[in-house]
């Protein structure tokens, strides 16, 4: 099950996503229960976590939904779908408590970085965070290039992981039982930004030219949906491509990561109490 929030027509919503069409969950539902005479127990809301496992109020009426959905796609009366093209689509998670993010996950991003390669046993999660107010972007929209310095930017193609529950201290074998959903984050870098020119040099000036250049407005493209849980067993088992006009830049499997999802929020939460719509993005592969 894929879930995304729209505006269509001056309303927003959340709806079953499509490539070409979107089911509006409401318009889905009266569908559904004039066509099976059986009510569905579907909350008006607007937030998807309501619509996800593990905690999700309306997790189970909108799976039986989108399987019925799937099996009457045909069949299914016009007032129920939207066409993609003609909405505008939105953060799926607009306003996260916490947004983390993971450098050096995929060895051979960083050794087209310059860097060594390096197996797990020998290091741990490099974990970092971008304001999530300023930096997410709707589907769509543009990554506002910054004045203070233009030249040097970068895409990088991640899996992003939604926690459903609140957890803390959870250990790598259950971490993924606190995972809502699934999406994709583009973690637009400014590989080149150096504030201050004049400046005199410091030991950790290289680490804080990085980060400073993770945090430009707009440098957090999310979406256009979340893939339910519980359709993703193996987040290990993924694909991911980036395409820079219909080229492709980066071809990547998610086993490559080193630390895999469930190592990733055990970490984190070890240090952190995770909350329902914290995202942790997972790092970027080569091509970058």
Not at 94 to 112: C, D, M, R, S, V
Not at 241 to 260: C, G, K, S, Y
Request: aromatic share 8%.
């Amino acid at each position: 099950m894929r879930l995304c929030r729209f505006t269509h027509e001056g309303t927003t919503q959340v709806g079953l996503y499509g490539e070409e069409t979107i089911v509006p969950l409401e318009a889905g539902r009266a569908a559904y229960e004039a066509s099976t005479h059986e009510k569905l127990e579907l909350p008006q809301s607007g937030d998807v976590l309501d619509f996800l496992p593990p905690a999700g109020k309306g997790f189970a009426a909108a799976q039986k939904l989108a399987a019925w959905v799937e099996r009457n796609d045909c069949k299914l009366p016009n007032s129920a779908e939207i066409a993609t093209k003609s909405v505008q689509l939105h953060v799926p998670i607009p306003t996260p408590k916490k947004l983390f993010l993971l450098a050096g996950n995929y060895n051979e991003h960083i050794q087209e970085g310059g860097g060594a390669a390096t197996e797990r046993a020998e290091t741990f999660p490099y974990v970092f965070m971008k304001p999530p107010t300023t930096t997410l972007v709707d589907p769509g929209k543009p990554v506002v290039i910054p004045k203070i310095s233009p030249n040097a930017i970068d895409w990088e193609l991640e899996l992003a992981v939604v926690i459903g529950k609140k957890c803390k201290g959870v250990s790598e074998s259950d971490a993924l039982s606190y995972v809502a959903g699934y999406t994709v984050i583009n973690d637009i870098s400014n590989r080149k930004f150096r504030p201050n020119p004049e400046r005199k040099k410091r030991e950790k000036d290289s680490f804080f030219d990085w980060l400073h250049g993770k945090w430009h407005d707009s440098f957090c493209p999310m979406g256009p949906c979340v893939t339910s849980a519980d359709a993703i067993s193996d987040p290990q088992g993924l694909e991911m491509r980036l395409l820079l006009n219909n080229e492709v830049r980066q071809n990547a499997l998610t086993r490559q990561q080193i630390f895999p999802v469930a190592a990733v929020i055990e970490f984190v939460s070890a240090m952190v109490t995770l909350e329902p719509g914290d995202i942790i993005s997972t790092g970027t592969p080569a091509g970058v």
